[in-house]
Nanobody, 120 residues
Framework: QVQLVESGGGLVQPGGSLRLSCAAS????????MGWYRQAPGKQRELVAA??????TNYADSVKGRFTISRDNANTVYLQMNSLKPEDTAVYYC???????????????WGKGTLVTVSS
């Protein structure tokens, strides 16, 4: 069983910073990519940033220059968020495209989300 657990959300003031973490655990054979999505109230879920196993990154235009996605040697991905704006307020979800040891093919896995609120 694979599990993604996010942490690091909270309340910050505009212009502040926050770092989100996502730890993937369980019987993982390989990970192709991990990323962060967010969903604001009344809006659709959107991709924020993603990183492949090779280190390639991709960002939404709205966060370029402010957010940075990274990963460590373990199956953990981070999202450093700087210069936060009220429009960044959303539930942030961790996503992983990975293959579990008991499956032949890769699948998408999702965390339960962590709330980020940017407000003064």
């Amino acid at each position: 069983q694979v599990q993604l657990v996010e942490s690091g959300g909270g309340l910050v003031q505009p212009g502040g910073s926050l770092r989100l973490s996502c730890a993937a655990s369980g019987s993982i054979f390989s990970i192709n990519a991990m990323g962060w999505y967010r969903q604001a109230p009344g809006k659709q879920r959107e991709l924020v940033a993603a990183i492949t196993s090779g280190g390639s990154t991709n960002y939404a235009d709205s966060v370029k220059g402010r957010f940075t996605i990274s990963r460590d040697n373990a199956n953990t991905v981070y999202l450093q968020m700087n210069s936060l704006k009220p429009e960044d307020t959303a539930v942030y979800y961790c996503n992983a495209d990975l293959r579990a040891t008991d499956h032949y093919y890769g699948m998408d896995y999702w965390g339960k989300g962590t709330l980020v609120t940017v407000s003064s």
